[in-house]
């Protein structure tokens, strides 16, 4: 399959936030600044990208030969754990600059469902090594451009007169069902499954 | 004698109400968490599974029944082993008795029901980074008894299946005119296809948030 197709799917035809769902907790609770929703971005296609790369071999280098394949859940989750740990040490000693920016999101990525389903998607499409690299490195950017758009919209909302009960996360789900309609224009532009 | 018999009865009463007292405590576990801090609605944890699976009912009921299970079998293990597990390395801990969990779900669904198996594809994976496991472990399961954490994660789990079966039952009857996949609102019914994709998902789980919050009387404003 093409990499440009993947990538460019991964965007916006099958957005990972609005298509598939994915990374939903942080996309209505950090998504009240501009700011801070591009730290998480940040954060999310960085951890996303390196833990593809991880995660890829040790489906098919370790598991497959073994034919343990049912253990990949625990074996996922424990290096997505294991990597978010070790990317903030390596950031606190080495990039400091880079730290001020993602420090506080890093922890809080573990247990974003977005990094874990990309690695099951990436398995259950069967991708080649350079194209799940590709995939982890779109939908990040994708997921960036959809919390971003939706932090956008609500420090708008500020100025608007919301009925009590439908505030904070009401009004952003409504919000993204508005996005993800928009989003639904580009299909037909090339896709994946 | 009757002084024997007496004293036999008041046993029973403090007995009684010793017991009244424990189903008390136990109901008010239960409901507080099946009702007053419903996982989706006033928590707002784990609504990505409440998006991608609820455009059928049967998968709803596959969902909820797997997040119930999994999360009753981590809180109590969780539970068990608040004592042992150093502070330090709690969340990696949790994360695995949580994923051991999901597999028995996910091999169980394998097994017995592959076609719902299939149609949730990589979202029985996801439970174990459903937030409400996780959030209930760290916050109720890591400092309470096995038992009343058993009564929770039960609260917990029974709030989100309803969540899902109500969100779930709108769209799939919208979308597809049907109910658990039986037909109901006749031929001349035109299926609102919006409704079993993205934007539907997002738009009814909007405003069942908003019913539910206007129903519950004392409502604080987060996030």
């Known amino acids: ?193 | 004698m009757s002084n024997h018999l007496e004293k036999n009865s008041r046993k029973n009463k403090k007995k009684k109400i010793k017991l009244k007292f424990m189903f008390m405590h136990y109901n008010r576990i239960f409901f507080n968490t099946l009702w007053n801090d419903n996982p989706i609605c006033r928590m707002v944890l784990g609504i990505c599974s409440a998006l991608a699976v609820t455009n059928r009912l049967s998968n709803a009921v596959a969902m909820g029944l797997g997040v119930t299970f999994a999360m009753v079998v981590s809180s109590v293990s969780i539970s068990l082993i608040r004592n042992v597990v150093p502070r330090r390395v709690r969340m990696i801990v949790y994360m695995i008795v949580i994923s051991t969990a999901v597999i028995l779900v996910d091999r169980y669904l394998k097994a017995f029901f592959p076609d719902i198996s299939e149609a949730m594809g990589a979202y029985v994976g996801l439970i174990i980074t459903n937030c409400i496991i996780m959030g209930r472990a760290e916050s109720f399961a890591s400092l309470n008894k096995p038992v009343d954490s058993l009564i929770d994660a039960l609260g917990a789990g029974c709030g989100y299946t309803f969540a899902l079966l109500v969100i779930a039952f709108v769209r799939e009857l919208l979308g597809f005119g049907s109910l658990f996949n039986i037909r109901v609102l006749g031929p001349d019914w035109t299926s609102w296809v919006i409704m079993i994709m993205a934007p539907g998902a997002f738009l009814v789980l909007g405003v069942f948030i908003w019913i539910v919050r206007s129903l519950q009387k004392s409502y604080d404003q987060t996030a």
């Open chain 1, 1 to 193: 399959m093409n990499l440009f197709v993947i990538f460019f799917a991964t965007l916006f035809t099958h957005n990972i936030a609005l298509t598939y769902f994915l990374g939903m907790c942080p996309f209505i609770s950090i998504s009240r600044s501009i700011k801070t929703a591009w730290g998480m971005g940040l954060a999310v296609i960085f951890v996303m990208t390196i833990t593809a790369a991880v995660n890829w071999p040790i489906y098919y280098k370790i598991l497959v030969p073994l034919k343990v394949e049912f253990l990949y859940y625990v074996l996922f989750i424990i290096t997505i754990a294991a990597l978010v740990q070790f990317v903030e040490m390596v950031t606190e000693r080495f990039l400091p600059v880079l730290q001020v920016t993602l420090g506080v999101f890093l922890p809080l990525i573990t247990v974003n469902c977005a990094i874990l389903g990309l690695s099951l998607f990436m398995i259950l499409r069967k991708y080649s090594y350079v194209q799940s690299i590709v995939y982890a490195f779109g939908s990040g950017v994708g997921w960036t451009i959809a919390i971003i758009a939706i932090s956008g919209l609500r420090s708008k909302l500020i100025f608007a007169d919301v009925p009590q009960a439908l505030k904070g996360p009401g009004i952003t789900m409504i919000i993204a069902s508005i996005m993800a309609l928009a989003f639904m224009g580009f299909t037909g532009m090339g896709g994946i499954q």
